[in-house]
């Protein structure tokens, strides 16, 4: 029988140790999907800074806007930034910005998927219930979503007051992953705006 010395079982010890600090999605608790996004994150040069809450036609999501034609136009990139493992909107996501648009007024979007994996975009009642709040709310087959890299434009009349989600349809990504943000339809707003 072969006795190890000290120094060995001290080399032994500290493998081990590092064996159980390496940060899978296993050992992080992190859902297993998001391994691709964790790989991706590791290898950005630094985090991405959250611009500071605005109005107007300047205000991240908002491309531009016409009160007198009741118009808006959103700009909508999904996984811009690392934030969430990619799962976010722009660099939002778990509902931690929103936009508002005057109840009536049509909402064009332009939506352009960044992110890893397939992603999409729908104006539903909750993260839980993605069926489009409002006819023509949704980019093209919300469930199974673009591929990285495409782009693709669709708008709908935002006709009735409340809180909505403005988030990804492809299953889990709004429920589980908070690829979601809040999107509101105000019968007292007179222009478009978000906030951060």
């Not at 800074?49 to 491309?63: N, R, V």
Request: hydrophobic share 40%.
């Amino acid at each position: 029988m072969r006795v190890l010395r000290p120094r060995t079982l001290i080399a032994v010890a500290g493998v081990s140790l590092l064996l159980a600090g390496c940060g899978s999605a296993a050992s992080t608790g992190a859902p297993a999907h998001h391994a691709s996004h964790a790989k991706k994150a590791a290898k950005a040069k630094s985090p991405s800074t959250k611009p500071a809450a605005a109005t107007g036609a300047s205000a991240p999501f908002i491309a531009s806007q016409d009160p007198t034609a009741k118009t808006v136009t959103l700009s909508i990139v999904s996984g811009a930034t690392i934030d969430n493992f990619y799962y976010n909107f722009d660099g939002y996501d778990q509902g931690n910005a929103t936009i508002t648009v005057p109840q009536g007024w049509t909402v064009k979007v332009d939506f352009t998927n960044e992110n890893g994996s397939n992603s999409s975009v729908v104006i539903a009642p909750s993260a839980s219930n993605l069926t489009p709040a409002f006819t023509g709310a949704a980019s093209t087959d919300p469930s199974v979503g673009m591929q990285a890299g495409q782009s693709q434009t669709f708008q709908f009349v935002a006709s009735t007051a409340g809180s909505y989600v403005l988030a990804c349809g492809v299953p889990g990504q709004a429920s589980q992953d908070g690829m979601w943000i809040k999107f509101v339809v105000s019968s007292t707003a007179t222009q478009a705006s978000s906030q951060h």
